[in-house]
């Protein structure tokens, strides 16, 4: 079987992929593609992973893993969406690590499905955006107290997909910026559905409608109806267009407050990340969707 997992991460899209992927549940499953709800797999999971650290899974676990997890019986795909599953906010930056449990979790990923064809979604996000955004979600009283040695300006995502790539190397990792999901959404959506499931998708444009005016995605759905994109940098080209004319400008601004931070480091931040993405693109096993 395939198993896809997306694993967030915190905080990027807030759990809108698995709502907007659960809106085509219906047409997935008749295509064989298993969407289980949360409640089914995510403390399940949680619980296996716990236990390897005692050692080797039984054998059998996979099979009684896949039973518990979703009831279709001939399912080809399974995708699977937990944001914490490296760790939650709060253990970011454990230990002085950033991601320090990613190469640990990947392994486990592997051990508790030995034979099965998996691979990993992720999204990354400018540390300048992240930091801020996980600071406040993880409720820490200061920056010093969450982040501990870890120097913000040698936060590197690139470091962290290494970790994974070189724990499995068998899994290969799909990766975006959360920066550029609007314009790539819909690729998104259909990566992870699979091939064999030709969109659109009913959730092709749930994260265009927390950021547009409602008018705006009436109006592009429509027009994407009556001119079909030629190409995939078309489409976005037309998501562009009207962004521009329909967004909510106070949904896409960024807010940034933490004492100290001042313009300077801010484009620190965000110069050390668009090199970063480049790193990352030239690792073996990854592929990158960019706007």
């Known amino acids: ?67 518990a997890i979703t009831e279709m019986t001939d399912a080809r795909r399974m995708v699977l969406s937990n944001a914490n599953f490296f760790c939650n906010l709060n253990s970011v930056f454990l230990g002085g690590n950033f991601y320090g449990k990613a190469a640990d979790r990947m392994r486990a990923f592997r051990q508790m499905f ?3 064809e998996l691979s990993v979604f992720m999204a990354i996000r400018n540390p300048a955006t992240f ?26 995502w690139s470091d962290v997909v290494a970790r994974m790539r070189a724990a499995t190397p068998d899994i290969p990792v799909t990766l975006w910026c959360n920066e550029d999901a609007p314009l790539i959404w819909h690729d998104i959506i259909a990566r992870l559905a699979g091939d064999g ?5 009913e959730g092709d444009h ?23 994109p030629a190409s995939d940098s078309q489409h976005r ?18 807010d940034i407050d933490i004492p100290g931070w ?10 050390a990340y ?16 960019r706007a």
């Open 131 to 156: 930091i801020p955004a996980a600071l406040h979600l993880a409720r820490q009283q200061t920056l010093a107290e969450y982040m501990g040695p870890v120097d913000p300006r040698a936060l590197r």
């Open 262 to 271: 001042d313009a300077d480091l801010i484009g620190d931040l965000t110069l």
């Open 197 to 201: 499931v030709r969109g659109p998708f």
């Open 274 to 289: 668009e090199a970063d993405v480049e790193r990352i693109a030239g690792i073996e096993g990854v592929t990158l969707l």
């Open 1 to 67: 079987m395939q198993i896809a997992y997306h694993i967030g991460v915190n905080p990027t899209d807030e759990e809108l992929l698995l709502r907007a992927l659960m809106r085509s549940s219906g047409r997935l499953a008749e295509a064989g593609v298993a969407l289980p709800g949360p409640g089914r797999y995510r403390k399940l999971l949680r619980e296996t992973i716990d236990a390897l650290a005692d050692g080797p899974p039984p054998e059998g676990v996979r099979d009684i893993l896949i039973d």
């Open 114 to 116: 030995p034979e099965d």
């Open 206 to 228: 749930a994260l265009l409608e927390t950021i547009m005016q409602p008018g705006g995605v009436t109006r592009l759905a429509a027009y994407l109806d009556s001119h079909k």
């Open 237 to 254: 080209r037309i998501i562009s267009a009207f962004l521009d004319k329909y967004a909510l400008r106070d949904r896409l601004e960024e």
